[in-house]
């Protein structure tokens, strides 16, 4: 049953895998890196239920936070056009 | 079983990933496509039950490098030059490069074999530790006297690394007080 989830997750994985590469805009291949890090994270837990150690889960945690510390650069990049440095020296 | 295939898998999306960090332009692509490396190879850090290796990787290779790879574009640009030189140059060192690196695998002992060096020798470091070196600590004798030049390896890399930062932020402030 497991089993069958993670290879149903590691298949997600690679179809969001083909929009990262083949996708026209950079968006699409932003959000495919987010979904590859939650893919990733699930694999995590499957793979630690999977072989009997559920400890694996507080890595997931851990992942999780990276994702999101990555996304958020990337996107604060995006609306500002630098990760904020001028901003801070704007108000100083 | 499932390990191997969960394996081969992940492999497969490396290699599709890779060829796509070589072939795309963009150089913002190419630093998304960076972050989905790391995340990939993590997983596959955990399959092979490296959970150590995969938190470094996670945590160094999608999080702090996709963050630094973007402070990079924004000082430069962020579309990539038209090579200057001809691109057989590096395929050729690419090349021989992996080569060497496939011909150094070779000579690893067998995965799991109980003939490695590792389980042959330094399995008795606690009995003999104190004989041999001295030092009531036996993590300190390992790491000071059996590994003496390891350490030393290492603690040269570290040192070079915090010289550059150190040059690197001199030059910075210096460049501030000239403008």
Redesign the interface.
């Known amino acids: 049953m497991i089993a069958a989830a993670l290879f149903a997750v590691l298949a997600a994985m690679a179809l969001v895998l083909v929009r990262a590469l083949r996708g026209p805009t950079t968006f699409d291949r932003l959000l495919a890196a987010n979904s590859i890090g939650n893919g990733a994270i699930l694999v995590l837990a499957l793979f630690g239920f999977l072989t009997d150690r559920p400890e694996f889960l507080d890595l997931g945690l851990t992942y999780a936070l990276l994702n999101y510390v990555g996304i958020f650069a990337v996107l604060k990049f995006f609306r500002l056009g630098s990760l904020g440095a001028e901003a801070e020296a704007d108000k100083s | 079983m499932?390990e191997t295939?969960?394996t081969i898998?992940?492999l497969l999306?490396l290699g599709?990933?890779t060829i796509?960090i070589v072939r795309v332009r963009?150089l913002?692509?190419a630093?998304?496509?960076l972050?989905?490396y790391s995340?990939?190879m993590?997983?596959l850090f955990?399959?092979l039950d490296a959970?150590d290796v995969?938190?470094t990787e996670?945590?160094v290779g999608?999080?702090v490098s996709?963050?630094f790879f973007?402070?990079a574009?924004?000082l430069t640009d962020t579309v990539e030059a038209p090579p200057v030189h001809g691109q057989f140059m590096p395929l050729v060192v690419a090349l021989v490069t992996a080569g060497a690196l496939v011909w150094g695998l070779s000579d690893l002992p067998e995965f799991g074999s109980p003939n490695q060096p590792i389980h042959q020798q330094g399995a008795d470091y606690l009995a003999r530790s104190m004989t041999d070196t001295g030092i009531p600590n036996v993590v300190t004798s390992v790491l000071a006297s059996y590994r003496g030049f390891d350490t030393l390896g290492e603690t040269t890399v570290v040192f070079t690394a915090g010289i550059g930062v150190l040059v690197l932020l001199r030059r910075r402030r210096n460049g501030k007080e000239g403008s």
């Open positions: 499932i295939s969960v898998v992940i999306m599709a990933v796509g963009g913002f692509a630093v998304v496509l972050g989905i995340f990939l993590a997983t955990i399959v959970v995969a938190m996670a945590a999608a999080g996709t963050v973007l402070g574009l924004y």
